[in-house]
């Protein structure tokens, strides 16, 4: 069993269940609108739940209805970053969940589209451009991979045994599965690399002088590491929604300007005919939020509760320059969630009765998705359909009480 993890920013929640077909006018494709740029579209798309921040196109982590599951972290390597708009790496998780039925092929989805068009824009809703490159984390019923990025050029491990963790910062060293075909000439090109022993993509491409935020992601990236030693080979659902609200190890991030506002946890039978399960919370901060398990199945409940609103042409970043200004992109659960933390801090009490509340609730729908991989239980084709619809339903429910 597949387990795929991912804790990032995300202010939106969205699902768009339409099979594409391509159509073509007068023998010209048709485009793919992204973030900043257009690509070419594809004759068919798949099914995808995402968790993305709200003003992009693109997603911070998702999945498709063939159980691929992608996230991804931002890095900062030897390789400049390109202030001019290309894809973002966020793009690129979209694009690979759309257009993929195995994280192998989504690795090739990526990569391909990344040597194409390139990354670059910036990555953070305000004047000021905050730019970066890309990793990946990819997985599907059978296997993972971790992609790695720096400008054009990539590195691919595909993960043969057990857990791995991403988090803000070069990770691949000779255990290169695949690469861009100039990867090493272009290295050796810009002396970075010898052309004599190894090649370690973590070593070579890696800033000599990391920055503070480089430094504050190493410790995470060990801390996750030690967490999931210490949990090898009983590592669980439950167990990974405990390490993403570890706020002790900086994992789930809630200083320093950032704070988690996006989890999202997979379960991916290798057994074909049990359904693979997604659990996000949709708002922010892990350790006080809600998993609430997602399901692909014919004619999902649309969940308007955790859609953002919309803007369109008036969105800030449509407008020339970008981002000169806020707008308030909130979806409804955010705001009653946001309610009820405000309330946590301020009275201790009413934070620990709610807090148990919300551990209640999440206890039982973990151990309902567990009996029903089990067998031991069944949810009727509604019920399955409206599963995640009635989580959002009785999360604000509880909101309210």
């Given at each position: 069993?597949t387990?795929?993890?991912q804790?990032?920013?995300?202010?939106c929640?969205?699902?768009?269940?339409?099979r594409r077909?391509?159509?073509?006018?007068?023998?010209e494709a048709?485009?793919?609108?992204?973030?900043?740029?257009?690509?070419?579209?594809?004759?068919?798309t798949?099914?995808?739940i995402l968790?993305?921040?709200?003003?992009?196109?693109?997603?911070?982590?998702?999945?498709?209805e063939?159980?691929v599951?992608i996230?991804?972290?931002?890095?900062?390597?030897?390789?400049?970053v390109?202030?001019?708009?290309?894809?973002l790496?966020?793009?690129?998780?979209r694009?690979?969940?759309?257009?993929?039925?195995?994280?192998?092929?989504?690795?090739?989805?990526?990569?391909?589209?990344?040597?194409?068009?390139?990354q670059?824009?910036?990555?953070?809703?305000?004047p000021?451009?905050?730019i970066?490159?890309?990793?990946?984390?990819l997985?599907?019923?059978?296997?993972?991979?971790?992609?790695?990025?720096?400008?054009?050029?990539?590195?691919a491990?595909?993960?043969?045994?057990?857990?791995?963790?991403?988090?803000?910062?070069?990770?691949?060293?000779?255990?290169?599965?695949?690469?861009?075909?100039?990867?090493r000439?272009h290295?050796r090109?810009?002396?970075?690399?010898?052309?004599?022993?190894?090649?370690?993509?973590?070593?070579?491409?890696?800033?000599?002088?990391?920055p503070?935020r480089?430094?504050?992601?190493?410790?995470?990236y060990?801390?996750?590491?030690?967490?999931?030693?210490?949990?090898?080979?009983?590592?669980?659902?439950?167990?990974?929604?405990?390490?993403?609200?570890?706020?002790?190890?900086?994992?789930?991030?809630?200083?320093?300007?950032?704070?988690?506002?996006?989890?999202?946890?997979?379960?991916?039978?290798?057994?074909?005919?049990?359904?693979?399960?997604?659990?996000?919370?949709?708002?922010?901060?892990?350790?006080?939020?809600?998993?609430?398990?997602?399901i692909?199945?014919?004619?999902?409940?649309?969940?308007?509760?955790?859609q953002?609103?919309?803007?369109?042409?008036?969105?800030?970043?449509?407008?020339?320059?970008?981002?000169?200004?806020?707008?308030?992109?909130?979806?409804n659960?955010?705001?009653e969630?946001?309610?009820?933390?405000?309330?946590?801090?301020?009275?201790?009490?009413?934070?620990?009765?709610?807090?148990?509340?919300?551990?209640?609730?999440?206890?039982?729908?973990?151990?309902?998705?567990k009996?029903?991989?089990?067998?031991?239980?069944?949810?009727?084709?509604q019920e399955l359909?409206?599963?995640?619809y009635?989580?959002v339903?009785?999360e604000?429910k509880?909101?309210?009480?």
């Open positions: 069993m387990q795929i993890v804790d990032e920013p995300s202010f929640f969205f699902l768009d269940l339409a077909q391509k159509a073509c006018v007068c023998g048709e485009e793919r609108e992204c973030t900043y740029i257009e690509v070419d579209q594809v004759e068919k798949h099914a995808v968790s993305r921040p709200a003003w992009l196109w693109g997603a911070e982590m998702g999945a498709n063939h159980g599951c996230g991804n972290e931002g890095v900062w390597t030897k390789e400049p390109a202030e001019e708009e290309a894809l790496g966020m793009d690129l998780v694009l690979g969940l759309e257009r993929s039925s195995s994280a192998q092929e989504a690795v090739q989805v990526i990569t391909a589209l990344l040597e194409r068009y390139g670059g824009g910036s990555c953070k809703e305000e000021t451009p905050f970066y490159h890309n990793t990946f984390l997985a599907d019923r059978t296997e993972a991979w971790v992609v790695e990025t720096a400008g054009r050029f990539w590195a491990q595909r993960i043969r045994e057990g857990a791995r963790n991403i988090s803000n910062q070069l990770s691949i060293g000779t255990d290169i599965t695949s690469e861009h075909a100039g990867l000439q290295a090109e810009q002396g970075w690399w010898s052309g004599q022993g190894a090649f370690s993509f973590l070593e070579v491409f890696s800033l000599t002088h990391q503070v480089m430094e504050a992601a190493k410790a995470r060990c801390a996750g590491q030690q967490l999931l030693h210490q949990h090898s080979g009983q590592i669980t659902a439950e167990t990974i929604m405990t390490i993403l609200s570890d706020k002790a190890s900086g994992i789930c991030v809630d200083s320093e300007g950032f704070c988690t506002t996006g989890s999202m946890v997979s379960v991916l039978p290798q057994d074909p005919h049990l359904p693979c399960i997604h659990f996000f919370t949709a708002t922010p901060d892990p350790s006080r939020s809600i998993f609430k398990p997602f692909f199945v014919p004619n999902v409940t649309f969940f308007h509760q955790v953002s609103p919309t803007f369109g042409d008036k969105d800030p970043v449509r407008e020339t320059p970008r981002f000169q200004r806020q707008v308030d992109r909130r979806h659960l955010y705001r969630h946001q309610l009820v933390l405000d309330t946590m801090d301020r009275n201790e009490h009413e934070r620990q009765r709610l807090q148990e509340i919300m551990r209640k609730f999440q206890r039982q729908a973990l151990e309902a998705m009996n029903l991989l089990a067998g031991s239980f069944t949810l009727k084709p359909a409206d599963l995640f009635d989580c339903v009785t604000i509880l909101y309210k009480q």
